[in-house]
């Protein structure tokens, strides 16, 4: 079982950042050592560790001046964007989609955990934007990376979901392959894919790894599969303090 899927995420490109999609077993130094909605002191590998009680929102933080260890001042929320060198931001799934983003040109990350709420609310393309407005990123330097989550293989949804979808995304039929009346297989990163690319971003800047948490017990936890207890994925990514420089 390998610990993260390190050689997958940000391959179109040769883009060295630190960055992973999390397994059953998280990356040595973070899994089992980060406060939820706090920033943590971490390892020399992660200095600071940054990570939100996630609320199914399309809330955004944004880390924009250097922070040190304790409560956040607002620690709720489902994206993480940051400027800052050496800190680690951390997203943790169970079916839900990790993502992670990247302009290396100006030096901004982003992480976000985007379930069916998050993600017809459109949480990611507002991440995107965020990082134009806040920080100034040009959408032909940004780099997407969808990770792991539940596949339309095994994703059924009724009513709840389907109404919202269908109501926020004109595309719907793109992405949801109706099985019954209001019931259908929802494939959430292909959602988040559609978004992306509508946001401006170009095809070959974003990666989609097609891998079904639900399926492949063998490597993640399933929120569907096992129930809630039972765990999460760790997600992460982190700037170097030598890009940063190099950006300045
Ligand atoms: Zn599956």
């Known amino acids: ?32 050592s980060i406060q939820l909605g706090e920033v943590t002191s971490g390892l020399p590998s992660f200095p600071l560790i940054a990570s939100l009680k996630q609320i199914h929102s399309t809330k955004i933080v944004v880390f924009d001046s250097p922070v040190e260890p304790g409560v956040m001042l607002d620690g709720e929320g489902d994206a993480l964007l940051t400027n800052q060198p050496e800190l680690l931001l951390v997203v943790r799934t169970a079916d839900c989609v990790p993502v992670l983003l990247v302009d290396r040109k100006i030096g901004v990350i982003g992480a976000i955990h985007a379930g069916w709420r998050g993600a017809v609310g459109g949480i990611v393309p507002k991440a995107i934007q965020t990082c134009v407005e806040r920080f100034g990123s040009d959408l032909t330097h940004l780099h997407v990376a969808i990770g792991p989550s539940i596949g339309p293989c095994c994703y059924e949804v009724d009513a709840p979901v389907i109404s919202p979808l269908r109501t926020n995304y004109p595309d719907w039929v793109g992405v949801l392959q109706e099985t019954t009346t209001n019931k259908g297989m929802l494939d959430l990163k292909k959602l988040i894919w559609h978004q992306v690319l509508a946001s401006g971003i170009s095809e070959e800047r974003v990666e989609r790894i097609e891998q079904c948490t639900h399926c492949r017990d063998d490597l993640f936890f399933s929120y569907r599969r096992e129930g809630k207890v039972n765990g999460t994925m760790m997600s992460g990514i982190m700037l170097s303090a030598e890009i940063v420089s190099n950006t300045s």
């Open 1 to 32: 079982m390998s610990p993260v899927l390190s050689d997958c995420g940000f391959t179109s490109d040769v883009i060295s950042i630190d960055h992973f999609f999390g397994t059953r077993q998280g990356p040595t130094g973070v899994q089992g």
